[in-house]
């Protein structure tokens, strides 16, 4: 049965405390999501904390936030071309159009015009009211791309790196032992320098009667790489000192087990630290595989298939 009472020995590997606590005990819920984000949501936030709208502008796709600030441009545009319509657009010259959709769409780009400072054409304000207008929103404008262009700066400057793992992870042979195995690849031309991994085993346990959620850090073949150029296998041998000594698939199912890989290095391009997240949950770990070649020397040069790393081959258990 996986869910044991806790012993001394299992008190000496329980080397890691990762800010989870003991009660996030669900059999449906993971810690960490496989693109690395918390599996968290919290309730009861401020407004400015729940809404948080610089994080999300920096952290979303480019796609969703370009769109994002187009439909912030013609709203804020939207917004002003009504104002100056409701004052009257007899006091922007250069509109004689008698059409209200028309004197609108000409308002409109005269305000487009203001927000972006770039000068008036054949339409300017008339008037001390419409001119005051005007100006203040010339200086919002000034503001909002003064705004923007910090966020670009801060999307563009941010460390985003793109390390590829494989979808499972797989418990395979690994000299007269077997060993718990991950593969993962930094998918960008960049390189990633002094890359450390740390892996972390964690599952339900029987503790003074209740079920508690306990953490136990794996020791690696390997925890650091000096060069991350090419794909790197990560290794936790299976021996009899292993919290996985003499577990099973089934067992680690009824644990609810999941592992835990947190990776560091520095991006040689910014000299900026990176870090990613994975995890891989009980039934994401293939038993009885091992991970195919994807590295092939083609022209005097090392060529790496990204669309291999998660490829597997069956393998025979050392017992």
């Known amino acids: 049965m996986a869910i044991k009472k806790n012993s001394l020995v299992d008190k000496e590997k329980e080397r890691q405390d990762l ?30 904390a729940r809404v948080n709208v610089y994080n999300k502008l920096i952290l979303m796709s480019w796609p969703k936030f370009f769109a994002y600030i187009m439909a912030f441009y013609l709203s804020i545009n939207f917004i002003f ?19 209200s959709l028309t004197a609108f769409g000409e308002a409109f780009f005269f305000s487009s015009q203001t927000l972006t400072t770039v000068g008036y054409g054949h339409v300017s304000p008339s008037g001390f009211l419409t001119s005051s207008i005007a100006a203040f929103e010339a200086m919002i404008g000034l503001l909002i791309f003064s705004i923007m262009t910090g966020l670009l700066y801060g999307r563009f400057s941010r460390p985003n790196p793109k390390v590829v793992f494989s979808e499972n992870a797989v418990v395979a042979p690994y000299l ?39 953490y136990y850090n794996l020791e690696l073949e390997r925890k650091q790489v000096k060069f991350f150029a090419m ?53 994401e770990i293939l038993w009885g595989h091992k991970f195919d070649n994807i590295l092939s020397p083609v022209d005097n040069t090392y060529v790496i298939d990204l669309n291999k790393v998660g490829k597997t081959i069956k393998a025979e258990l050392n017992s």
């Open 19 to 48: 800010g989870f606590g003991t009660n996030v005990t669900s059999r449906q819920a993971r810690i960490i999501k496989a693109n690395g984000e918390f599996n968290v949501k919290k309730l009861g936030q401020s407004f400015s």
């Open 81 to 99: 071309a009504s104002v100056y319509y409701f004052v009257g657009t007899e006091n922007l010259k250069g509109i004689t159009s008698e059409n």
């Open 176 to 214: 007269n032992i077997n060993g718990l195995m991950f593969r993962m690849v930094n998918e960008k031309n960049n390189q990633l320098i002094n890359v450390e991994v740390s892996v972390i085993f964690s599952r339900n346990e029987l503790d003074n009667g209740e079920i508690k959620r306990k």
């Open 231 to 283: 794909a790197w296998t990560v290794v936790h041998p299976i021996t009899e000192s292993s919290i996985l000594f003499n577990e099973t698939a089934e067992s680690l199912a009824e644990a609810d087990a999941e592992i835990l890989i947190s990776l560091e290095g520095t991006d040689d391009t910014q000299a900026d630290k990176v870090h990613t997240r994975r995890s891989y949950l009980y039934e």
